[in-house]
């Protein structure tokens, strides 16, 4: 591991020398540093920041502090009574152990687990600008199959942020200018042509919590998960769904996919295909095709597409 | 820094670098907490961090100014007596972390925190989830079950 200088922060808006990163639970950050695939030259503790606490918000909501662990918020009775997915998302990822540590803001700015980002002898877009990605030729088999770019095919690895984007979660940021907040849908990028930049936090900016709206029909919400072993395993495929059916029909509903795109993806398009439409197998499979017209798959992935699809109706019958 | 293993307090000058793990191993002589993959992936160096069962190659000391660690060789739990009842392992190396975390899980499970299973009762399938962070490549998981089964009670 490189060598580095540790320091505590003191100030959640006193932001970033050039070369520092912030330091939360740790669990990618200390072992993308081992592998030499992040070599922060200062690493800024914000462990002692006091982000900590689950908060309700004036008129409904939760105020999720960026330091909450994953263990505590998947636990926590108004998560799995008012959003049971992200409670589900939440214990569908990592194992007991990395929960215990991981936090909420760390767990949205986790990097890929793409096997050529990981590797730091490897080419990679994202890690060294304008090396090259070998994943398009190469091993793909879990990567993106929708808002991929020549230059990066990754997908961004984590459970929790589906749910979160499924349900316009929106995260609090503070850094040297000031205060500003950004949907979780909109936290990520899609790579482009600077796949080296996973969000659009400017450097220095840190999240200090993630506000989760009011929404009432999240209470029937449900996340489900397929990966190549039964447990402690990224996804290869995931769908986050709330959704408000009344008299067999469906009045409103959530859609979100994982393990599909650089970013959690919200399927907008899945949600207007269904508003309005009957509660039924047809029309949920359907709905994911309206979304998934756009995906782009490779030669090893294009499995994804009927995955996402039939998860997409298993799910919402489970809702139904 | 300061540190308290086991109940012993320990002052220490790391390396930032160090791991916990790290620093029990080769700083404390406490070699029975094990590096397996280093990467967070196998277990073997489950300890409990302020009573919360942590993957200790993944922390760096350094981050954990005056916390309290409880390794392998300061857990007195009936899990370790049910262990050798059913010979819940072969080679050994990954029983110190599976056992670390069997205390931490059971505290969980006490604590009325959910799993992916959805169980009401700590049943098999509870328990081959909740401990999924911990490896055995001998594969005697199915005598680890009933060891941590009974341990819990039932």
Redesign the interface.
């Known amino acids: 591991?490189k060598?580095?200088?540790?320091r505590t922060a003191t100030d959640v808006a006193q932001g970033l020398e050039p070369g520092a990163t912030f330091?939360a639970g740790?669990?990618n950050l200390?072992?993308l540093?081992?592998l030499g695939v992040a070599t922060p030259d200062v690493?800024v503790?914000v462990?002692r920041l006091g982000l900590g606490e689950v908060g309700d918000l004036p008129g409904g909501g939760l105020r999720i502090g960026a330091g909450v662990r994953n263990?505590d918020l998947?636990?926590d009775p108004r998560v799995?009574r008012d959003y049971p997915v992200l409670?589900?998302a939440l214990?569908?990822g990592?194992?007991?152990?990395?929960r215990?540590?991981a936090t909420t803001a760390g767990n949205l700015l986790q990097r890929t687990r793409c096997r050529y980002f990981m590797d730091a002898t490897m080419p990679c877009n994202k890690r060294r600008p304008g090396s090259g990605c070998p994943a398009r030729e190469g091993d793909h088999r879990n990567l993106a199959i929708l808002g991929a770019s020549p230059s990066c095919v990754a997908t961004h690895p984590s459970d929790m942020a589906v749910a979160l984007a499924a349900l316009d979660a929106v995260v609090r940021i503070s850094g040297p200018a000031g205060e500003r907040t950004v949907p979780v849908t909109e936290l990520h990028r899609l790579p482009g042509d600077t796949p080296d930049r996973d969000t659009v936090l400017e450097h220095g900016e840190l999240i200090t919590a993630v506000d989760v709206p009011s929404l009432g029909f999240a209470a029937r919400s449900a996340y489900r998960k397929v990966r190549d072993r039964?447990?402690?395993a990224f996804a290869v495929g995931s769908v986050a769904a709330a959704a408000q059916i009344t008299d067999g029909t469906v009045t409103d509903v959530r859609l979100a996919f994982g393990a599909v795109a650089h970013k959690p993806w919200r399927a907008f398009a899945a949600e207007e295909a269904l508003r309005g439409r009957p509660a039924t197998r047809e029309s949920f499979r359907a709905a994911a095709d309206a979304e998934l017209a756009a995906a782009e798959p490779l030669r090893d992935n294009a499995f994804k597409v009927p995955l996402i699809r039939n998860l997409v109706a298993s799910v919402l019958e489970g809702l139904a | 820094m300061d540190l308290v293993v086991n109940g012993v307090e320990h002052s220490l000058d790391l390396d930032p670098r160090t791991t916990l793990l790290d620093t029990l191993r080769e700083h404390l002589g406490l070699t029975g907490s094990k590096k397996g993959c280093d990467h967070g992936q196998c277990g073997a160096c489950t300890v409990l961090l302020d009573g919360r069962r942590v993957n200790s190659c993944l922390i760096l000391a350094i981050s954990q100014q005056g916390a309290s660690v409880t390794t392998i060789e300061g857990v007195d739990h009936p899990v370790q007596q049910k262990f050798v009842e059913h010979d819940g392992f072969q080679c050994g190396y990954c029983t110190p972390g599976q056992i670390c975390s069997a205390v931490g899980m059971l505290d969980e499970v006490a604590k009325g925190w959910p799993s992916a299973i959805g169980d009401e009762e700590l049943t098999d399938a509870e328990i081959r989830e909740r401990m999924s962070g911990n490896l055995c490549r001998c594969g005697a998981y199915p005598n680890m079950i009933p060891a941590i089964r009974e341990a819990a009670g039932r």
């Open positions: 591991m060598t580095f200088t540790y330091l740790g669990t200390v072992d540093m081992k690493l503790d462990n263990s998947a636990a799995r409670s589900e214990l569908a990592a194992s007991g152990q990395l215990n540590m039964a447990s402690y």
